[in-house]
């Protein structure tokens, strides 16, 4: 398992705040899920919140409505194999926890879904209940009650990608991505 | 001003899909105004929506609601200054588009709302009303009903980032970006 700090709740917004693709885990009644999101953002700083779209069709929806619950995980470049194989693949045909391209899960610290190791930062949320936009929108809002950090990529309150393959990766479409770039001050 | 192309609707998602910080640009009797978002994201492809965060304490959430309307704008790297300042300066206080880092505004086709010159893509929104998030998150959703880009950045559905300077780019904090990065397949 990758190491993990404990990221301060104020500064779990910073994991999201460039846009990254996420990984969304879920658990429910001894299932669990984890498909891909390019669409999600910070919300609020403290306490956070986060928005992430999760499709009817998904399973992973089914988990999230029934638990109430998701983890939104961060996957490096080393991921992005397994980051289009878990967005293009149906958690009702596939345990995704068993494909070849590895989605292996560790214990969350205050919600049932699981962590996805290898991933460069993980925040644990509870669904804040917006049953409107849930349905109308696919829309789903979420509070931040932990939130971690592979210290090798994200230590006090700022990102510094330790090598080329730990970046954070952006989805464009068919099965193409863009890296994390340079830093720089404006 | 940049040389625009109209990107087919149901493309529009791609400008947002890999998550670069964006600039609300936004008009309503007789003022106009332009702050940096960071919290935005696609929310659907066809007819295309977007989600954006515009906070109570700015003019621009005065002008769109007053208008209900918005352009979202994707900066290159060549504005990051430009996106800075208006992302750390109210326009209660100053005049965006006289600012020494320079905002030019060009007519948009569908809304009030300008378009921000140099950008490498624009999106013209009509809010879609939802007075419960956007009162209680500061959330706005809006549908996109015209989608424009630069041609030398983006065309055919992807992005190809003719060189160093225009590229999209991807708010950190305390003035940090970080740079769209190269795209590889996974």
């Known amino acids: 398992m990758t190491q993990r700090i404990a990221v301060p709740l104020p500064k779990a917004y910073l994991?999201?705040?460039?846009?990254p693709t996420v990984l969304v885990s879920s658990a429910h009644g001894g299932r669990q899920n984890v498909m891909a999101a390019a669409w999600n953002m910070a919300l609020d700083f403290d306490p956070p919140k986060v928005a992430v779209v999760i499709d009817k069709a998904t399973l992973t929806r089914e988990l999230v409505e029934a638990s109430g619950e998701f983890v939104l995980n961060?996957?490096?470049r080393q991921q992005a194999a397994l980051t289009l194989a878990v967005g293009t693949q149906s958690g009702r045909e596939v345990d995704k926890f068993s494909l070849k391209v590895g989605a292996g899960a560790a214990?969350?610290?205050?919600?049932g879904a699981p962590l996805i190791e290898g991933?460069?930062?993980?925040l644990e949320c509870r669904v804040i209940p917006e049953p409107h936009i849930q349905q109308t929108y696919d829309l789903f809002l979420g509070q931040v009650i932990a939130a971690w950090a592979d210290p090798d990529a994200f230590s006090n309150g700022r990102w510094h990608f330790p090598d080329s393959q730990r970046h954070s990766i952006h989805y464009q479409a068919g099965g193409s991505f863009f890296a994390t770039g340079e830093t720089f001050e404006a």
Chains 1, 2 share one sequence.
């Open 119 to 122: 991933c460069l930062a993980w």
């Open 15 to 19: 994991l999201l705040n460039h846009g």
């Open 74 to 76: 961060v996957p490096s």
């Open 107 to 111: 214990a969350a610290s205050m919600v």
